[in-house]
């Protein structure tokens, strides 16, 4: 007798669930949503200009400089953007002659408006920054470095940026 308890215990979690009762089931829902964002919008607005340079003697355009390239970035608030430059390696004449242009640590920057440059950074790498009220401004200077025996005349090369919401 001991056993009873036991044994109806086992018996009835051996009968079919159907036999005992079965609960009623219940479910919710949730939506998906999604917000997608207006396309980015980049402008050059100024050319890197390093107006004349003297053969043998380097020239430098700092970010904040007057001659520095500018560039206009419109979006959406104050979304993280990447900022991922191509730069050449120098200048040419469009005929045969090149001059090197060269661009270090702090050779570029951005700011929220067009005359603030609030921080440098190094155009060799991607680097991340905020719009702010869905607009940024990107500065490039560089470093031109004329030979001693530089054929004079007009030198030019293209400054690329291409800016990425970071999804951050």
């Known amino acids: 007798m001991r056993y009873l308890p036991w044994m109806i215990a086992i018996g009835l979690a051996a009968l079919p669930v159907s036999l005992l009762g079965q609960a009623t089931p219940v479910s919710a829902n949730v939506q998906a949503t999604a917000n997608v964002l207006g396309n980015l919008t980049v402008t050059g607005q100024q ?4 107006g004349d ?3 043998g003697l380097a020239k430098t355009v700092a970010p904040a400089d007057g001659g520095a ?10 979304y ?3 900022l ?3 730069l050449p390696g120098t200048l040419s004449d ?10 270090g640590g702090n050779s570029a920057g951005y700011g929220p408006n067009i005359s603030t440059v609030s921080s440098t950074f190094d155009p060799s790498g991607v680097t991340n920054a905020n719009l702010v009220g869905g607009a ?3 500065f490039i200077g560089g470093t031109v470095t004329p030979a ?3 054929t004079p005349g007009g030198y030019s090369g293209t400054v690329t940026l291409t800016v990425a919401y970071t999804g951050s």
């Open 47 to 50: 050319d890197l200009l390093f």
């Open 94 to 103: 469009g005929v045969v002659s090149t001059m090197p242009i060269s661009f």
């Open 84 to 86: 991922d430059f191509t």
């Open 53 to 55: 340079v003297f053969p």
């Open 80 to 82: 993280e953007v990447s």
């Open 136 to 138: 940024l401004y990107v």
């Open 148 to 150: 001693a025996a530089q």
């Open 69 to 78: 390239g500018r560039f206009q970035i419109g979006g959406t608030g104050t």
